[in-house]
């Protein structure tokens, strides 16, 4: 099971999950980046949530 937002190629620090998230919704990476961290260091199980997107989401065109 696929999700249809593709990680970024171009836009990645790790997985390119974030920077396909703000991409797909016309974000700030970097904006994105730190709401994630932010959530990350609350109850939110970022880290889960991160590697669950990360199979789910559709691998970057090369």
Same mark, same amino acid.
Not at 16 to 42: D, P
């Given at each position: 099971?696929?999700?249809?937002?593709?990680?970024?190629?171009?836009?990645?620090? /790790?997985? *390119?999950?974030?920077?396909?998230?703000?991409?797909? /919704?016309?974000?700030?990476?970097?904006?994105?980046?730190?709401?994630?961290?932010?959530?990350?260091?609350? @109850? /939110? @199980?970022?880290?889960? *949530?991160?590697?669950?997107?990360?199979?789910?989401?559709?691998? @970057?065109?090369?």
């Amino acid at each position: 099971m696929h999700i249809p937002i593709r990680r970024s190629k171009n836009d990645k620090v /790790f997985a *390119g999950v974030i920077g396909g998230l703000a991409e797909h /919704f016309q974000w700030n990476a970097n904006v994105a980046r730190v709401l994630w961290v932010i959530l990350s260091l609350t @109850p /939110f @199980p970022g880290i889960v *949530g991160y590697l669950v997107l990360w199979l789910l989401m559709e691998n @970057p065109e090369y």
